[in-house]
């Protein structure tokens, strides 16, 4: 499965990133703007449809619209459905490739869209993607090749390093602290 979410839910991005999900933040596309300033929806929803993605967003004339071009593309052709990754097969009934969010808290959020899409809510670093730009994460297989560019507490006390594969981004990443909080979280968001 790949997301597009709404600039609404960047924090859901971040994690769906995390989890290792192909997730595009529709603040960081640059979609023509229409005499209001307003994004052309019309392109976020190609954007979507063309690329087999699922959208999360709380804008509910954007989820109906979305809506509306998917049942049209079903039905002249409903071996698309498939290319969406779906966990739900079309003869148990067609779900759409969207999710309408309230701006709520985070771990509402990735409830709604785990019960929905039945997401994988297990942690693991080597399948993650870059948080800040969604490329693939690499292991580093010599972290003394990278010592200038991880803070000296940290490189002296972890032992695995990840490393973002776009070289203008380059994010190192470590499992710190915060990865037992949010191996907890996915816990409990799975036990529901």
Sequence with gaps: MKFVVDEMFGNIMRWLRTLGYDTIYA??????????SERDESDLIE?????????????MTLIDSLESKFFKIMEETPEEYEKFGMAIPVEFGMITPCIFLRASKLMDGLKKIYQEFRINLLYDADNSRC???NSTIMKIKRKENYKDQIPEGVYNYQKEFWMCSNEECAQIYWKGRHIESIAEKLKN???I
Excluded at 28 to 36: Q, R, V, Y
Aim: aromatic letters at 0%.
């Design 189 to 191: 968001l799975r036990s």
């Design 27 to 36: 603040q960081s596309l640059s979609l023509e703007k229409n005499d209001d």
């Design 47 to 59: 954007l979507c449809l063309n690329n087999h993605r699922i959208l999360v967003t709380g804008d």
């Design 131 to 133: 948080s800040k730009c």
